[in-house]
């Protein structure tokens, strides 16, 4: 009983980690139609952010944390400006683009900080687990799980509550029109990147002590993040909440009986069947063929 | 005995109910015209004819054959072609290529592969551009054709695709007077040849070209009639009431 | 008139093209650095691969070093049985297998005692593959970057996977010390010339494969697809086999590439499956011109003999993987169609003073004279 509790608890951190990295996927995509593949690159950017500030600044891990969404999403920010913004209407080559950042990012990082794993350490009074309900849980995945909670909600009301969310909905239904009602499109769309990059570099900062840090570290939750957003259909932010949850609790099952990289594979082969019926993804409607 | 019948057809999006058991039946040699205001649901109509919009209730039949369920090419191998509202090639292909495209006899990926795309049946490729006035930008991209052209190029890509069926969806829209006669000229040429079905709001172009006319409103088929039935009909002025008319439509 | 002009010049290219790479090794007479070119060729044969998907398909392949590892792995599993009486353990078991407790030759491997079944396997296997994840994603009308990610996605799952399987795969390490491949009594020595030239001659053949292939209809339709899918439904197409048979070309031939790398470097590894290695295949594509099979080649051969000529300790490779990074960024940016739009652009600027009693209207332009942004 206890083991299928434990079970079910690992599960969670792995889907709360899942969707701290899908969340900013699938906004970016949601609203720009772009599917940047730096995404893992600023996860890993929000990694060493905070390893800088902890090893060399001797900040704490907390104020870390709000740092690193800044630091990351300025960077997202930018390079909105300066390249996404010229790409618009051709999503391959925006694929391409933000790859080669990527790239580049993983490189600046590897000529910089070295190419050697880097460690995060956790912070003292979040090492004990705490008792709960009879169980053994471990402070730390509670923090991430209630950051994941924090930050899914103010996203919710951000895009449903707020007048900034009424004009990205409106961009993102139908950007020509919402341009001639004189939103300024441009300002939404390096807003949502850099909100995107931010999240990015969060989930990063919050992996870190979990897990070494390197200038590849990225490509690995991208990747999954990339299954979630494929099998949660994109532009729903309950669909990205559902399937990361399942995507979660399924890869802990799965990783139980035999190991992570089986699990992964056999997720993989099951969304890839997904898309066959439902190629929408699991919690969008269907709507018209072609 | 009709070439295409559409008994009750249904078509949702999600809620909203675009087609309200619609029928509408056309013989075979015959160009209909279908008109309605803007809403009623004639693009949604032969959406779902080739396979664009899915049933959700009703039959379409072709040539004896219920092909509600099918998929499009299969639609288009029987028979039916489609030229859309908002003019569709393919832009980065050469008008030429546009309609060695459109020119399918073998559908199958290893039939095609012994074809070749330069040289196979060049001249009557050529004589199909010259019947729409296009062949001095015969190997040129279609992209740089002007909005008339590039209906008229969608045209005889229908024409290539030799289709028993031709459904053209508003095809003289954004033509000028000059254009639009053309376009009726060329629509006379077709006719007899092709059954057609003909969505317009030119009230002129019809006169000029339809026999028969079809009103739908609100996803429904209103009246049926020659030109002169359908202007007097009260229900058809009634359902133009607010959108200026049936001529200025 | 522009017709016979292109395919002229495109005759003149690829004549000047194959001769080019023929004569070479009469000018070499270093082993190592034939080896070297003869791995650039082999670049030449993914990157014209990729091109028939993605520039003629629009089908943007990121997992396309699935194709060229599976395919090398099929290459160096039966070279590697090949040198048991030398290099590997007890009863008959490559080494690494012996070091993992593995008892007796997992039955897939059994058929590779066979070099004329790896060589079938080489090209059949990934082609296998990607009828099925093909199957699954283009029937489902899945598009665009959804296929990328999806690719992506399969690339590293394939990945991990091998590099999991120690006990059947050499894991990490791959297989290592595999003998020289012997194919109608030639002993293809990866340093020697009889190696370079059956490179070279794939090379070749690939290219005019895919020659062929794009300039069929069949061809046309894939171009008409990269254009605008749903509309070639409506003529009668069934669109998703044409992108099925384009990706599984491009799967084929990928894999037989990866034979070939596996013959010249003399072991496979899972660094043939990299992300790295499907990140270049985009960069050679994208440099060349994507809608370009010699292009793409060309770009393929240039970017890695400039990055070969340079240097290759690992400190510098970091450094050139950066520049890598800005050179692609820049060329999706202002050079969409690659460098060989610049060649036809120049060639259909000769051509344009010679012909001058051309009409206007006949005036040759070439596909790629769109140069910059749009
Ligand atoms: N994909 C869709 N999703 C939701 N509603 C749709 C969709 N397509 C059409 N509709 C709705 O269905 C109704 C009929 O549309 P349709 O395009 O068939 O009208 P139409 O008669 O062609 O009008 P017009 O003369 O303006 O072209 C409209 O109210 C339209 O808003
Ligand atoms: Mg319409």
Known sequence: MTDLANQIITGLSIASILLLVSLGLAIIYGVMGVINLAHGDFLMLGAYAVWLMESALGLGFLPCLVMVFFIVGAIGWLVERTLIRHLYGRPLDTILATWGIGIILQQAIRLSAGAQLRYVKMPDYLVNPLHLLGLDISAYRLLIFSVTIVLVAVTYILIFHTSFGIRLRAVMQNAEIARCFGINNARIYSLTFAYGAGLAGLAGALVSPLKSVSPDMGTNYVVDAFLVVVSGGVQSLFGTVASAGIIGELSGGFAYFWNDTLARALLFFLVVVLIRFRPQGIFAMPLRRG | MSLLELKGVEVQFSGFRALRGFDLSVAAGELRCLIGPNGAGKTTALDVICGKAQVNGGDIIFAGQNISHFEEHRIARLGIGRKFQVPSVFRELTVKENLHVAFCRRAGVFANLGISAAKANADELEKLAELVGLKESFRREAGILSHGQTQWLEIAMLVAQDAQLLLLDEPTAGMTAAETRKTAELCKQLKGRHTMLVVEHDMGFIKEIGDVISVMHQGRLLAQGTVAEIESDPEVRKAYLGSGGIRGA | ?374
């Open chain 3, 1 to 374: 008139m522009r017709r016979i002009f292109i395919s002229r010049g495109h005759i003149i290219g690829y004549a000047a093209f194959a001769l080019a790479i023929l004569v070479v090794p009469l000018f070499i007479d270093d082993p190592y650095l034939l080896n070297k070119l003869a791995r650039y060729l082999i670049f030449g044969i993914l990157a014209a691969a990729l091109a028939l998907s993605w520039g003629y398909t629009g089908i943007l392949n990121l997992g396309q070093a699935v194709s060229f590892g599976l395919g090398s792995y099929c290459m160096a599993m039966t070279l590697k049985l090949h040198t048991i009486p030398i290099q590997t353990g007890a009863a008959g078991l490559p080494d690494f297998m012996v070091w993992n407790n593995v008892k007796s030759l997992p039955w897939f491997w059994e058929p590779f005692h066979s070099t004329a079944f790896a060589v079938v396997a080489g090209v059949a296997f990934p082609v296998v593959v990607a009828l099925l994840l093909g199957w699954f994603v283009f029937r489902a009308r899945v598009t665009g970057v959804y296929v990328s990610i999806i690719t992506l996605a399969m690339l590293v799952v394939v990945n991990l996977v091998i590099v999991d399987q120690q006990r059947f795969t050499g894991g990490f390490n791959g297989l290592t010390d595999l003998a020289d491949l012997k194919l109608f009594g030639i002993d293809f020595d990866p340093y020697s010339s009889a190696t370079y030239y059956l490179i070279a001659l794939s090379l070749l053949a690939t290219l005019m494969i895919g020659e062929l292939v794009v300039r069929s209809k069949t061809g046309l339709i894939m171009q008409a697809i990269r254009d605008d899918e749903t509309r070639v439904r409506y003529f009668g197409y069934d669109v998703a086999r044409y992108q099925i048979f384009a990706f599984c070309v491009s799967a084929g031939l990928s894999g037989f590439a990866g034979m070939l790398y596996a013959m010249v470097m003399a072991f496979a590894s899972p660094t043939f499956l990299s992300v790295q290695i499907s990140l270049s295949i985009v960069i050679w594509c994208a440099v060349g011109g994507r809608e370009s099979l010699i292009g793409s080649a060309l770009g393929a051969i240039l970017v890695t003999g400039i990055q070969g000529g340079l240097s290759e300790t690992p400190a510098f490779l970091n450094t050139w993987m950066l520049i890598m990074g800005a050179l692609f960024v820049a060329v999706v940016l202002f050079l969409p169609k690659g460098l060989i739009s610049i060649v036809q652009l120049g060639m259909a600027r000769l051509a344009g003073k010679k012909i001058s009693a051309l009409t206007e209207d006949e005036a040759p332009l070439p596909r790629g004279h769109k140069l910059g942004i749009g």
